[in-house]
Structure formats: C-alpha cells, structure tokens
T-cell receptor
Framework: AQSVSQHNHHVILSEAASLELGCNYS??????LFWYVQYPGQHLQLLLKYFSGDPLVKGIKGFEAEFIKSKFSFNLRKPSVQWSDTAEYFC???????????FGSGTRLSIRP | DTGVSQDPRHKITKRGQNVTFRCDPI?????LYWYRQTLGQGPEFLTY????????KSRLLSDRFSAERPKGSFSTLEIQRTEQGDSAMYLC??????????????FGPGTRLLVL
C-alpha cells in the first residue's frame, strides 16, 4: 500500500532561519505530489503541487519543493522563515491510478519571533 | 468561488446517537471527497463521489457510516450509533474532474466531532 512519511513531527526555528521539511513516499509508479498547510484555526490550504516537468516547484509565500524521483522524496524548503509560517505542514501523494490523496502525518512548525 | 463549506463546524454528541454532516463543494466541482483526521495525524480517505455516484469507499468506512450525494451537488455523511473512537475532524474536499488525473483537491474547514 502507498504511504507517506514525514520525518519530523515538530520543528522549532527562529525567524530568518532556513527550513527544510522531509517527505518520502512509497509508490513505484507515476505520482502527483502536494504540500498542504494548515494555519492555526484555518483549514487545509494548498501550498504547492507537482504533476510533471521541472522537479523544482515553487509555491505560495516563498515556499518551494524538489521532487527527487530516485529518492522518492519531495522535501519542502524556504530560505528564510517568518513568524507567520507557524502552522502544520502535510505532504501528500496521489497516484495516477487512484483518486484519493494519501497524507503524511504532518510536521508542526513553530517559529520563535 | 466561495470555497468548500461544511456544516456544522462543531458537533458534540453522546455515544450511541446518530449524527449527520453536510458538505457543499465548490460550484461545478463534480468530484467530492470525505476524509477523517484524528489528532496528530494527517487526513485519511473515507470515500468519494463523481457527481452522484459513490465510486470508492475506504475500509475505514464501517457499516455505521453512510455518505450520499443525491443530486451531485452537496453531500451528507451520517454516522449511526456513534462511538468514542469516531471523535475526529471530518473533512470534505472537492475538485473538478480533470483528464490525466491532474486534479487538485480543495478542502473545507471541517466538522469537528466529539463523542462523549
């Protein structure tokens, strides 16, 4: 069965620090990849997505993610975080043969002002 | 585009009672999904509809759960004889049907259920 692993449950950073959140998936075929963000008290919002083409994907609010097929990874990055980036981040995978999205367990990001 | 809406936002019920949640998808989105999210976990797929047809159900969806989308617009999720283990956030998402499977799901705010 397909699965998504997010390595860090809780990450604490200071403002202006660089961020990288790990995500690995298990599926050998074609995938669509997503990062969703859930700010405190708000619903899940799409941060960025990868379908095909350039493996480096840019999303909203300065986030980007890189798809490395050989490593089955889709890590999320931001060069300089802000206090407003405090949220929970979910990596998700959709295979070409299914309609459902499979989510990782999430990474809670806390930013010290 | 007013987004996906869900009602109610919160529900507290006693064990054994039935509850029903409603989801209104984004207008003209013909695919609608239900997910469940428990504390510390990501959303887990429950079921999805293409228009009014329920095309897939997860093994998580026991026979106490039923979902409908009678006219291909809004959907309801009913839980009968609720159990404390049903306490969770129930999320709805919608997407237009896109060829080549390049679809993006847009989520509603969820209904938080607490079973006492």
């Amino acid at each position: 069965a397909q699965s998504v692993s997010q390595h860090n449950h809780h990450v604490i950073l200071s403002e202006a620090a660089s961020l990288e959140l790990g995500c690995n998936y298990s599926y050998g075929g074609t995938v669509n990849l997503f990062w969703y963000v859930q700010y405190p008290g708000q619903h899940l919002q799409l941060l960025l997505k990868y379908f095909s083409g350039d493996p480096l994907v840019k999303g909203i609010k300065g986030f980007e993610a890189e798809f490395i097929k050989s490593k089955f990874s889709f890590n999320l990055r931001k060069p300089s975080v802000q206090w407003s980036d405090t949220a929970e981040y979910f990596c998700a995978v959709k295979t070409s043969s299914a309609s459902k999205i499979i989510f990782g367990s999430g990474t809670r990001l806390s930013i010290r002002p | 585009d007013t987004g996906v809406s869900q009602d109610p936002r919160h529900k507290i019920t006693k064990r054994g009672q039935n509850v029903t949640f409603r989801c209104d998808p984004i207008s003209e989105h013909n695919r609608l999904y239900w997910y469940r999210q428990t504390l510390g976990q990501g959303p887990e797929f429950l079921t999805y509809f293409q228009n009014e047809a329920q095309l897939e159900k997860s093994r998580l969806l026991s026979d106490r759960f039923s979902a409908e989308r009678p006219k291909g617009s809004f959907s309801t999720l009913e839980i009968q004889r609720t159990e404390q283990g049903d306490s969770a956030m129930y999320l709805c998402a919608s997407t237009p049907s896109v060829t080549g499977a390049r679809e993006t799901q847009y989520f509603g705010p969820g209904t938080r259920l607490l079973v006492l």
